[in-house]
């Protein structure tokens, strides 16, 4: 999550800098830049708050966590653990 979070970070900063440099352009290019700097920020700040929102969920209702069968925030895990794994890998021996 933190790396998450940095990259979060690091693509704020960049919006601003694109921002900085859209307006010492002039005409279409100022509009065109100013609108893609403003995208870059906005996802920049709700992609933060869309992983904690998910934390959350997932943490309070492990069936809610679509992207996998167990929820990886609680620290929970079913059939992919490595005790599993490892017990089919020596059902073949």
Known sequence: ???????????????????????REKGNNQKIGK???WVIIVASLCGPLC???S????ASHPEACSYSSNCPWTGHHGVMDGKDMMEDKDKSK
């Not at 934390?55 to 997932?58: A, I, K, S």
């Open 55 to 58: 934390r959350m969920r997932c």
């Open 35 to 37: 609108v893609i700097a």
């Open 1 to 23: 999550m933190t790396h998450g979070i940095v990259a979060y970070l690091i693509s704020l900063a960049v919006g601003y800098w694109v921002l900085t440099l859209a307006s």
């Open 51 to 53: 992983m904690v929102c």
